[in-house]
C-alpha cells in the first residue's frame, strides 16, 4: 500500500450510530482498525485537548468519535487508554477539570477506558531520523503502550496556519515544556515547522483518525469560529492527512509550514499525484470561502526573509480590555515573558519581545487576545 494513502468519508454530524459508521468505512480500505489492534494491545488515544471548552466551540476532539474510537478498541479485545496535556500550565485538578468540561470525562467514566495525564511522567526520547531537534521530553505513556492512535482536530491555527495531524503531536510535550521550545524557534515559523517534524520522527503514530466533522475558521485554534465540514480522514501518514485536510479547506496545501518541509524531506507529498485517496475525490468537499487566519498573508513570503518581514509585517497580539478579565493566563504562559501586570492592571505586551507564537492567544480563557496586522500589512493586503 502506499504509505501516503488517505482515506476519507463523510460524516455529518456527531450521532453515534453516525460516527461509529462512518469510523468502520474510513478504516476498510486500511484493513480496518483490526490491521492496527491486536487483542490484548494497550492502546494510546492521544486526543487533541487544547483548552478547557465545551465540545460545541470545535476547539476539542469531539467526545463522541472519541467513545466510538474506545468501543472499537474494546470490542477487538485491547485495552484503551486516552490522555493528552493541554496548552500552558497544568495540574491534576486543572486537568480534570478539563475532562469533564470537554466531555472526555463522561466517555472515561462509561466506557471504563483509562485515563492518563501526560504531564504526570516523562522521558527523554530521540530518533536517528530527526533534522534540527535531537532530543525532546516527552510523555513517558508512549513507551507503556503498544499502539499510538492519534485523533487530531482540523482548526487554523495564528502560527502555522492548520493545525491537524502533525501539530496534534505537540501535545506529547509536557505543558510547561512547551514555552521552553517555543523560545528556541522564536518567530522563525520554518524552524517551528522543523520542530515540529522532528517529533513527528521520534513519538510517529500508528493510526491518524482526523475529526474533520466540524472544524474551526477563523483566528483559530482556540477563537475562530466552527464550521463543519463534514469529514473523517484516516490514514498512516499525518503528513499526507494534512495535506489532503488543508485543500479541503481552501489551503494551497504546499503554503502550510509543515506540509512544505515535509515535502522537502521527502517525508511528506508534494503533490496529489503522490497520494492514494481511498474513498471520494476531496475536491467534492473543497471549502473555498472557509476563512483562514489573520497570520495568513505571510504565508508564502520564502522561509529565508520571513524573520525580517515578521518585524515590519508581522501580525502581534493585542488585548481587548473589554473582554479581559485580568486573569493573568497570558502573562504566565507567554514563553519569553513579554507580557506584564502590574498593580492589577491590564496585560501589557511588549511588543520587542514578543515572538509572535500566540500562546496568549490561544490560552486566554476570555478570548481577550487579538491577533491583528500592522497598517503597512493591510494596505499591501488589499492591494
Partial sequence: MNPFTVSLTPCRSYDLD???????????????????????????IKLNLLSSNDPSAAVTTNPALVRVVVEEVQRLGAVPVVGDSPG???????????????????????TGCESVFFDDQTIERSSDQTKTFRRFTVAAVFEQVDVVITLPKLKTHQ?????????????????????????STGNDIARFADLLLDLHQVVPPTLVIMDAVVGMEGNGPSHGTP????????????????????????????????????????????????ITIAGPDPAAFTIPDFKKPSSMSLGRIPPFVLSCAQRVLG???????????????????????????????????????????FCCQELCPAGAIEVKKPLLRRLIDRG
Fill in 18 to 44: 453516525e460516527v461509529r459508521a462512518a469510523l468502520r468505512a474510513v478504516l476498510e480500505p486500511l484493513g480496518g482498525l483490526a490491521a492496527f489492534v491486536r487483542p490484548g494491545d494497550r492502546v494510546l
Fill in 88 to 110: 500552558g500550565r497544568n495540574t491534576p485538578a486543572s486537568y480534570r477539570s478539563l475532562l469533564n468540561r470537554t466531555g472526555i470525562a463522561q466517555v472515561i467514566e462509561e
Fill in 159 to 183: 502560527l502555522t496556519l492548520m493545525t491537524g495531524a502533525v501539530k496534534v503531536l505537540f501535545g506529547f510535550i509536557p505543558g510547561v515544556k512547551k514555552a521552553a521550545y517555543h523560545l
Fill in 227 to 274: 464550521r463543519a465540514i463534514g469529514l473523517l480522514l484516516a490514514g498512516t501518514s499525518s503528513t499526507a492527512i494534512d495535506f489532503v485536510a488543508g485543500s479541503v479547506i481552501g489551503f494551497d496545501p504546499l503554503c502550510l509550514p509543515t506540509v512544505r518541509e515535509a515535502a522537502e524531506r521527502g517525508i511528506g507529498p508534494s503533490s496529489f499525484d503522490q
Fill in 315 to 357: 501580525t502581534r497580539p493585542v488585548v481587548d480590555r473589554a473582554r479581559c478579565t485580568r486573569c493573568g493566563t497570558c502573562r504566565d504562559n507567554c514563553p519569553p515573558e513579554a507580557i506584564t501586570m502590574t498593580g492589577g492592571a491590564y496585560p501589557a505586551i511588549d511588543q520587542g519581545g514578543c515572538i509572535s507564537c
